[in-house]
Each structure stands twice: as structure tokens, then as C-alpha cells.
Nanobody
Framework: QVQLVESGGGLVQPGDSLRLSCVASGRDLSRYYMAWFRQAPGKDREFVAGISWNADITKTADSVKYRFAISRDNAKNAVYLHMDTLKLEDTAVYYC??????????????????WGQGTQVTVSS
């Protein structure tokens, strides 16, 4: 079975940086579009960023543009989220996800099939 495991979350202050990692096992996802979502307390899960298999397509939500960047290393079956200038409103559980088929390039959570357990990012002063 496919397993996605996120890591790198933690407690930081506003303005700090973090790098989240997601490593897949059980299947080679190098040809899949991959994405990061987040869910803050009391709010819906929202799209953060996505990247195609060869990184020719990258997408980021307006709320994180110019602050967050997504990348991947297919040799390691991994995807990363580089987060700079973190704000209080970035506090959330961050999830790594892959769609049901590799050709999907979407930002809708319901179209994703594989999910990690999430990693907590807390930004507090």
C-alpha cells in the first residue's frame, strides 16, 4: 500500500522558516502530481501548493505566494515545502497528497486519493 509520511513541522515564531518533507513508500510516485494542503483549527482543508512530476508546473495559493515554495526529488520519492516569513495564520496541520491518477493537476482536496497523516506547524509569538 502507498504510504506518505510528512515531517519537519514544529513550533516557530512569526518570520521564521521551516522545510516540510514528505516521503512516499509502497509505490513509485515520481510520475504523479503532488500537493500540499493544510487545515487550521475550525477551518476547511485548503490547497497550499502543487508540483508536476518533472516540476514544469508549479502552483501556489495566493495566500502563500512569494513565501512558500514546493519542490521534489523523484530519486528519493519525496516532495518538500519550503516556508519562509511564517505568519500566525499559517498555523495548521500540513498534509502531503497525491491524486488518484498521475495525470490530474488539480487543487481540490476531494480529487486526491493518497494522504499522509499530517505534520503540525504552529506559529506563535
Amino acid at each position: 500500500q502507498v504510504q506518505l509520511v510528512e515531517s519537519g513541522g514544529g513550533l516557530v515564531q512569526p518570520g521564521d522558516s521551516l522545510r516540510l518533507s514528505c516521503v512516499a513508500s509502497g509505490r513509485d510516485l515520481s510520475r504523479y502530481y503532488m500537493a500540499w494542503f493544510r487545515q487550521a483549527p475550525g477551518k476547511d482543508r485548503e490547497f497550499v501548493a502543487g508540483i508536476s512530476w518533472n516540476a514544469d508546473i508549479t502552483k501556489t495559493a495566493d495566500s502563500v505566494k512569494y513565501r512558500f515554495a514546493i519542490s521534489r526529488d523523484n530519486a528519493k520519492n519525496a516532495v518538500y515545502l519550503h516556508m519562509d516569513t511564517l505568519k500566525l495564520e499559517d498555523t495548521a496541520v500540513y498534509y502531503c497528497a497525491a491524486p488518484s491518477v498521475p495525470t490530474l493537476v488539480v487543487d481540490t482536496a476531494s480529487l486526491y486519493h493518497y494522504w499522509g497523516q499530517g505534520t503540525q506547524v504552529t506559529v506563535s509569538s
